[in-house]
């Protein structure tokens, strides 16, 4: 049966972690993954987290089976997080949710939902955006349209509204709620508003999602763009990963919660739908993680512990981006960096061509995801020297390649992954 299977063909993520796995240069950067990691380059575990840990065994959790639909006390608490307390959805029974395990297979049973239910509706991502949620959306069979979002080092606002207005009544529109993966550009309040109203005039649908809670400006504020569109539109998809604002990359937990219009008087359907599409798919997630979070956010001095642990962590990648940015303009005169330091959340990209980052790959040991997004979390001051004198060689090799008349320009990748 699996004899006559070929190779994969080659996905450029999977290939760069292949390359990256081959290298055994002792000095190698991995800016590819998305975790974040300390000055030892460790990827630390917080304490909020081991001690909820420690709490669920002394209390003898169960191993019980759960419904497909997860940790339903999780799915409250995440709710409450990412929503807020008083969101009018979540008191008045509108909200359908299940925990998943993890944002990821969250957005790809929601597409596997929103085809079946509506084979014709397409789903709106930007370019570039985090390739494998292209992935998700078109192996559940729905077409992907991409909307603009990025230019040179900025967001490119009056295109992204212009590309919306063309999206269709059941259309999907994927958003990140802050620290957009992989340009680390994040749409203003204003912006918000003005999609919110593009949505209710088109009769799209807003995606919404949220993988960095914590990680840009704040845990409230990382958000208010998301409660806005909120509180502006009938129906909204959402996703949240609590991969990275808690540090459990590996325990899988995310929520998918869908909010209906107030006037829909089906939610127990759509609880149905939703329950059959995840034991399709998966059966049931596992709880571990799921069970972590609701135990960290269900207990004051866990939250508090949590809150101060995440705020230094973000504090770590404010400074982490101010020195990148200082180092890449000390290492490269003339050049405005002031993009890294604007930006938010893990991920920046660099200016650079898909030649050019395999070059820095090769003679730099520096791996990138395309289109060269580097992971600015993962860095510490030796690495962001090398990178910032790597970019700098790599601008030089562009001069001299433009005065002999071949020019390798920056990527258009429309793809990033983690
Ligand atoms: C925007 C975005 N959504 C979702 C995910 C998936 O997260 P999870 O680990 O929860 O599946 C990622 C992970 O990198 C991401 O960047």
Redesign the pocket.
């Known amino acids: 049966m699996f004899r006559n299977l070929s190779d994969h063909p080659n996905d450029p993520i999977e290939a760069m972690f292949v390359r990256l796995a081959n290298d055994t240069h002792a000095d190698r950067i991995d800016l590819g993954i998305?975790v974040f990691r300390d000055d030892s380059g460790t990827v630390p575990v917080m304490q909020a987290v081991r001690q909820a840990e420690a709490r669920l065994l002394e209390r003898n959790l169960s191993k019980t089976y759960l419904s497909p639909l997860g940790n339903l006390d999780y799915c409250r608490s995440v709710e409450a997080l990412v929503l807020g307390d008083d969101h009018p959805a979540r008191a008045g029974g509108r909200i359908v949710s299940a925990q998943t395990p993890?944002?990821?297979?969250a957005?790809r049973a929601a597409a596997e939902l929103v085809h079946d239910l509506s084979p014709g509706s397409a789903v709106w991502v930007s370019t570039p955006v985090?390739g494998h949620?292209i992935e998700f959306f078109e192996q559940a069979g729905m077409a992907v349209r991409s909307y603009r979002y990025y230019d040179s080092g900025n967001l490119d606002a009056a295109g992204m509204l212009e590309d919306l207005r063309s999206m269709r009544p059941g259309d999907l529109l994927l958003l990140?709620g802050c620290c957009h993966?992989p340009t680390g550009e994040d749409l203003t309040l204003d912006l918000w508003e003005s999609v919110a109203e593009i949505v209710v005039e088109t009769g799209a649908i807003p995606f919404v999602?949220v993988?960095?809670q914590g990680f840009g400006r704040g845990i409230e504020d990382d958000v208010a763009g998301l409660r806005l569109l909120a509180s502006r539109v009938p129906e909204l998809l959402l996703?949240v990963?609590?991969?990275k604002s808690f540090g459990i990359?590996r325990d899988?937990a995310?929520l998918l919660s869908i909010i209906l219009p107030p006037e829909a008087r089906n939610a127990g359907a759509v609880r149905r739908k939703l329950r059959d599409t995840l034991r399709q798919l998966y059966f049931m997630a596992p709880d571990h993680g799921a069970a972590i979070v609701h135990e960290i956010l269900s207990t004051p001095e866990l939250e508090a512990l949590w809150r101060s642990e995440l705020d230094a962590v973000r504090a770590r990648i404010v400074e982490l981006r101010a020195a990148l940015r200082r180092t890449i303009e000390r290492a490269n005169p003339g050049f405005d960096a002031g993009f890294v330091e604007r930006q938010q959340g893990m991920f920046s990209c660099l200016p650079i061509s898909a030649e050019e980052q395999l070059l820095m790959e090769s003679r730099f040991h520096i791996y990138m995801l395309p289109p060269a997004r580097v992971n600015v979390a993962a860095m510490n001051r030796e690495q962001s020297e090398v990178l910032a004198d790597a970019f700098a060689w790599v601008r030089a090799q562009r001069e001299v390649s433009i005065r002999h008349g071949s020019r390798a320009g920056p990527s258009r990748n429309r793809r990033a992954n983690?």
């Open positions: 998305g993890g944002a990821g297979p957005l985090w949620q990140h993966n999602d993988a960095y996703t990963s609590s991969s990359y899988r995310g983690a």
